[in-house]
């Protein structure tokens, strides 16, 4: 093979690199971590009473639109089983916030005022105001269906008892939502729009009602009951109430995202992992993967001798490689980095230097039958690249239905073992054959005992 080339081949491999950590280096970027490496909560929800795997399909879905449009770290939620739903959210240190928000049905509602009943009336203290338990699942639901009584503060600080009669429309009428500021009250509101096949229903319902006081009840929680002033025929309206901004934010994100399909248990498993635990595992990970490389890289070396040293400069491209596009991944499509994933980089060492071995055993076979080392790398490489391409293709197909059958942290394993696998064919063809072809015109390359052979050469081929 002509020396131009290889040296062509060579220059593929820079200009990879050079495209690659231009924007990394400029732009700074790193690896995303996942939940493991940088803390993070982990948060079980528990469905109650009957459920299926459809509809927690479903609610996975939702939860991750949710926690997406939060603008956190890119969450891991995935359904298990047929009544739970695993949601892991790398970064984030307030649970409440995201209990709040991942957990919520947002059954908005829209009930007509039958009473209101202030402090000091006569039938205030008999009163009784309802009772709501999401985990009675079959009393939960038949309140839609019932008259109620909440409680809402009155301008002056009092309480008042407001009596509230069956739901007459519900929240799956509303096609979008948005946080707005509210000029006349201060504070924050909700502007919403309703579909096009619910607008029809909401007009008729405030034409009904006109004078009368329409409350908004949203999870039970009376938000407001303001007076209908005039029909609503434009499908558009709004819930005041004392919101800060990022209350409404997050009400206006949960119903634009939809309700979910089914009640989860109020009091979900939460673990909280810390910062420092992942930073543990980071360095651990790290550790586990610097010894690696470094045990492989002196058997290369101590077997190879010479040879080794291409293997260990494959190593450092697969290395340089493999971060430039973890990190591109982690800035452009907001993958994370797992232990998992760790772990299928350091899986992978082996496989990179795997191929060197299975070169360089065929080139040592020709040598041992007295050919050179510049006249046999064309033809053990290309006897080799069979058997690389065969186990490599093997390694690929075993990560591609890991990737498609695993759930959570597991396809970072499988990602990074599949993605070794094409860089472990990458710097085989475009590195490691071109830089052993170019060395073997030195002299040194073509003495049998600096290349693991142990004997000269018996005869020479150009």
Known sequence: MKTGRSLWMLAVVVLVLAAMYVPVLVGGYGPRLGLDLQGGISVTLQALGEADAAKMEKAAEIVRRRVNALGLTEPVVAPQGNNRVLVQIPGEQDPDRVLKIIGSTAQLQFREVLEIIYPGSENYDTTEVTAVNPEDLEAYQALKDQEIVLEKEGKNGEVLKVRLGPTRLTGDIIDNADAAVDREKG????????????????????????????????????????????????????????????????????????????EFDPNPLVENVSASLGRDSLRQGLIAGIVGLILVAVFMLSVYRLLGVVTCFSLVIFGLLMFGII?????????????????????????????????????????REGKTVRSSVDR???????????????????????WILAMGPVKGFAFTLGL???????????????????????????????VGVGREVLGSEG
Request: charged share 20%.
């Open 187 to 262: 504070g924050y509101k909700i502007d919403f729009q309703l579909t096009s096949e619910a607008s029809p229903q909401f007009a008729a319902l405030t034409k009904e009602m006109l004078g009368k006081q329409l409350a908004i009840v949203l999870d039970y929680h009376l938000e407001s009951f303001p007076t209908v002033q005039s029909e609503i025929t434009e499908g558009r309206g709004e819930i005041t109430g004392d919101f800060s901004r990022e209350e409404a934010r997050d009400l206006a994100m949960v119903l634009k995202m939809g309700a979910l399909p089914v």
């Open 420 to 450: 070794a696998t094409l860089l472990d064919v990458f710097i085989s063809y475009f590195f490691t054959r071109h830089a052993v072809l170019l060395l073997s015109r030195l002299d040194a390359y073509n003495r049998p005992r600096l």
């Open 380 to 402: 053990a490489y290309r006897s080799a690249f069979r058997t690389i391409i065969a186990a490599d293709a093997a390694t690929f197909i075993t990560a591609f239905i890991l």
């Open 327 to 367: 990190s591109l991944l982690g800035r452009y499509v907001h993958w994370s980095l797992t232990l998992a994933g760790i772990a299928g980089v350091v899986v992978s060492i082996g496989i990179s230097a795997d191929s060197s071995v299975v070169f360089f055993e065929r080139l040592k076979e020709e040598v």
